[in-house]
């Protein structure tokens, strides 16, 4: 079984930047998809960004692109996820997510494991 534990969270200001690690076990880190999802309150979970167990394959939000970007060093097992230019509207709890097969999907259901997540608040 893969556990994910995310990091990073906390209160900032509009316009500030947090940097969102998420670190897995398992042998297998290094040929999943990991994606990158938040849930505010009253709100469904939404897909953030998603990248492929390559690094070559990445996608986002229409509301994050350009602000957020996702990376990973398969060598610590780790993915993360910089917030730049952070906004009220991304308050939520994020969450890591792998999936096994790879698809670097955009739906919640695609994805086999997940993190505890962690709080991130943006004030104005």
């Known amino acids: 079984q893969v556990q994910l534990v995310e990091s990073g969270g906390g209160s900032v200001q509009a316009g500030d930047s947090l940097r969102l690690s998420c670190v897995g076990s398992g042998r297998s880190f290094s040929v999943y998809s990991m994606g990158w999802f938040r849930q505010a309150p009253g709100k469904e979970r939404e897909f953030v960004g998603t990248?492929?167990?390559?690094?070559?394959?990445?996608f986002y939000a229409d509301s994050v692109k350009g602000r957020f970007a996702i990376s990973r060093d398969n060598a610590k097992n780790t993915v993360y996820l910089q917030m730049n230019s952070l906004k009220p509207e991304d308050t939520a709890v994020y969450y890591c997510?792998?999936?096994?097969?790879?698809?670097?999907?955009?739906?919640?259901?695609?994805?086999?494991?997940w993190g505890q997540g962690t709080q991130v608040t943006v004030s104005s």
């Open positions: 997510a792998a999936d096994r097969a790879n698809s670097a999907s955009l739906v919640p259901n695609s994805y086999d494991y």
């Open positions: 990248m492929s167990s390559s690094g070559l394959r990445t």
